[in-house]
């Protein structure tokens, strides 16, 4: 089973939970994106991480982090994946995620696990790790980071150093974003941006509606038709 490979090329690490991003790096390589290998950045909920070490998904309780958008165990984006490595039929995969919904687990075989591991490669950094990244990159470079995207910073040293060539690390937020993980990091506070500046002063505009679909569905149709006018 091959996953397609293009030449030798940048590799690029992803800090990711629900699998979209560095899906989106995977699919743009199937289109002919020079990219040689797919890095993933974990941060202590790192069932992707042992997923691509073993070829084993297994579910495990949710642990917060300073990293919030990745706190995640059932990364949903990662079946997009598994429709490839299961040759694209649907009915097998469906039935592979019922079990693994069903036990929490789920194992691929060595050459579907062998074909995700031609593309992909994943490490795992924890909260402690995560600040030292962000200490570091701001005390070599003045640069701060937000708490994701040092876990693909680190995750880019990592790969860089186990497998040589080119990584590109991928940011997914603004230091202003995580202030306080960055600030204990760094003993800075980091700014919002100009343009948002003023953020927090900014009227708020709030229509609360009911719980209930037609009428929120109305709602949507009104507006639209509204800013239509």
Known sequence: MALGAPERAVS????TGNFGNVYAGYAARAMGLPIERLIVGSNSNDILTRFFASGRMAIEAVR????PSMDIQ???NAERLL???YGRDGAALAQAMASFRRNGQLAIGDERWKAARAVFDGYRFDDAE???TIAGIHRQTGELVDPHSAIGIAAAHAAAR????PVVALATAHPA??????ERATGLRPKLPERLADLLERPERVEVLPNDLKTVQGYIRSRR????A
Do not use: E, N
């Open 12 to 15: 690029f690490a992803v800090p």
């Open 64 to 67: 917060p982090s300073l990293s």
């Open 74 to 76: 059932v990364s949903s």
């Open 83 to 85: 429709f490839d490595l």
């Open 130 to 132: 995560t600040l030292q």
């Open 162 to 165: 186990d497998r040589g060539g």
């Open 177 to 182: 974003k995580f202030p306080d993980a960055v």
């Open 225 to 228: 038709l509204k800013g239509a």
